[in-house]
Nanobody, 121 residues
Framework: VQLQASGGGLVQAGGSLRLSCAAS????????MGWFRQAPGKEREFVAY???????FYADSVKGRFTISRDNSKNTVYLQMSSLKPEDTAVYYC????????????????WGQGTLVTVSS
C-alpha cells in the first residue's frame, strides 16, 4: 500500500494550490480518507476528511477555504486550497482512515510521505 502526495510548493498569501494523493495497492473508493498537516515544531493536525460517499468535513481553520474531493476513477484524493495564509505553511499528509476519532492521527493507518506547502506573506 502506498499513498503518494504531491502538488506542494511555494505560493504567495492569497494564492491557491491543489494537492493530490494517489494510491497504489488499495482501492480508494473503499476507504474514508483524510488530510493532515504538520508545521515545524508543532503536532500533526487534522485538516479535512472525506468518506466513501463523498461526505466531507473540515478543521475550522480551513473551512470555506479548502475543499477535499476524490476521483475514484483515478484512485486519487485531492485537497484544493485557496486564500492561503502564511499559517497554512506545513507539510501536508494524506492518510487512510482506520477507525475512531476522525480528528486524531492515530485513527489513520496508512500515510503518504507528505508534500511541503510554503505560503509567503
Amino acid at each position: 500500500v502506498q499513498l503518494q502526495a504531491s502538488g506542494g510548493g511555494l505560493v504567495q498569501a492569497g494564492g491557491s494550490l491543489r494537492l493530490s494523493c494517489a494510491a497504489s495497492g488499495l482501492t480508494l473508493r473503499s476507504y474514508h480518507m483524510g488530510w493532515f498537516r504538520q508545521a515545524p515544531g508543532k503536532e500533526r493536525e487534522f485538516v479535512a476528511y472525506i468518506n466513501r460517499s463523498g461526505g466531507t468535513f473540515y478543521a475550522d481553520s480551513v473551512k470555506g477555504r479548502f475543499t477535499i474531493s476524490r476521483d475514484n476513477s483515478k484512485n486519487t484524493v485531492y485537497l484544493q486550497m485557496s486564500s492561503l495564509k502564511p499559517e497554512d505553511t506545513a507539510v501536508y499528509y494524506c492518510a487512510r482512515y482506520a477507525g475512531g476519532d476522525t480528528y486524531a492521527p492515530a485513527s489513520y493507518n496508512y500515510w503518504g510521505q507528505g508534500t511541503l506547502v510554503t505560503v509567503s506573506s
